[in-house]
């Protein structure tokens, strides 16, 4: 183990990443100038990209060898903590039906279920699981791939970078329908704080690899995700690759007279006109639903009757509870002070991409 990176926080707290080479597995530590460390969190290197201890280079390449995608399967594409769980809770009922409503548990992301084959699928945390200990509903209730590649249709979630998304020559080849959503970054970092820290509540918060017995503070966590010492990686760098691919492709579309296939979705547009992007939405999916029946989704789908929703369906106290916090615009004025939004509007300004804040 060598230490590759130190990093200067606020109030005297240092930055330390260190990593195991041979196994790929990357430590970040915060600590103060006495050297008292006050948080901890472990992750793997996958393709040069932070993950979560639920997915390593081993299961990934086994994942991108095996998994078999139908041309009917719809892949969402978001960075953590942008709308993941709405855009599944939306998806599901566009393609599945209102009907399916009281079988949806948003409290554990609707994760597919095998008894009725409805739900989403989080196609690295969930299929054909590993022995890895992860006291998560989502991994419990894991995929065998066998079963995975049988499933004639899916919607498929995933947080991958553009480098690390399983099996992406398939899905371009096939022409799958893919959305990507994406959040501004002052939002997302804030709405990232609360995730990863209120795992500290839990009793079972050990089986997450991380140490939280202090929270760190929000402007020492929004340094860490300024720099992308998070799961998945630097937001800029995600989005910017994206937003490439997506850019490209529209071209070579617009070129070849051919169907989109890749839709793109800002969180501040869903929130400030959710018709308009539902029937986008319907539009690129082909769904030929009504304006009654989008209504109807709209409003099974706003984030006030999921959280509600969530509430009576608790089947993990942990994911219900840090899934739904406020899914508002504009939360990140309470947290970031001059200097850490200057440091944001100008990575963010040198994107060229407009986001609503």
């Not at 970092?189 to 918060?205: E, M, W």
């Not at 910017?240 to 890749?262: A, G, P, S, T």
């Not at 308009?276 to 006030?304: A, G, P, R, W, Y």
Request: hydrophobic share 35%.
């Amino acid at each position: 183990m060598f230490s590759i990176e130190q990093i200067k926080l606020y109030d005297n707290y240092i930055f330390t990443q260190e990593i195991k080479e041979n196994e790929k597995i990357i430590t970040i530590s915060c600590h103060d100038d006495s050297n008292e460390c006050i948080h901890i969190y472990n992750y793997n290197l996958v393709n040069n990209v932070l993950y979560p201890i639920w997915c390593d280079q081993k299961r990934w390449d086994f994942l991108n060898n095996n998994i078999q995608y139908n041309t009917s399967d719809i892949v969402l594409i978001t960075y953590p903590k942008s709308g993941t769980t709405w855009l599944e809770q939306i998806l599901i009922l566009m393609k599945y039906g209102t009907h399916t409503y009281d079988k949806l548990n948003p409290s554990v992301r609707n994760n597919f279920d095998l008894s009725n084959n409805i739900g989403k699928i989080h196609i690295e945390g969930s299929v054909e699981q590993t022995n890895i200990v992860y006291d998560s509903q989502e991994i419990m209730n894991n995929i065998p791939l066998e079963d995975f590649n049988k499933i004639p249709f899916r919607i498929i979630k995933t947080h991958a970078a553009y480098e690390t998304l399983l099996c992406k020559e398939q899905l371009f080849t096939n022409k799958n329908k893919m959305i990507i959503v994406t959040r501004n970054p002052l939002d997302s970092a804030v709405s990232g704080y609360y995730h990863y820290n209120d795992i500290q509540k839990y009793a079972h918060k050990k089986k997450y690899n991380t140490v939280l017995e202090n929270h760190i503070s929000f402007k020492n966590w929004a340094m860490l995700w300024l720099n992308g010492k998070v799961s998945f990686g630097s937001w800029f760098d995600w989005t910017k690759k994206w937003r490439d691919i997506y850019l490209q492709q529209l071209e070579k579309e617009k070129e070849k007279q051919e169907e989109k296939h890749i839709h793109w979705i800002f969180y501040e547009d869903l929130k400030k006109n959710p018709m308009d992007e539902l029937v986008k939405l319907n539009d690129f999916l082909d769904c030929q639903l009504s304006i009654d029946e989008l209504k109807t989704i709209h409003s099974m789908t706003t984030f006030q009757n999921m959280k509600e929703q969530a509430k009576t369906r608790i089947v993990d106290e942990l994911n219900s509870d840090i899934h739904f916090r406020k899914g508002i615009v504009g939360d990140w004025k309470n947290y970031f002070n001059e200097e850490l939004l200057e440091m944001y509007t100008t990575k963010l300004q040198a994107m060229d991409i407009q986001y609503t804040m």
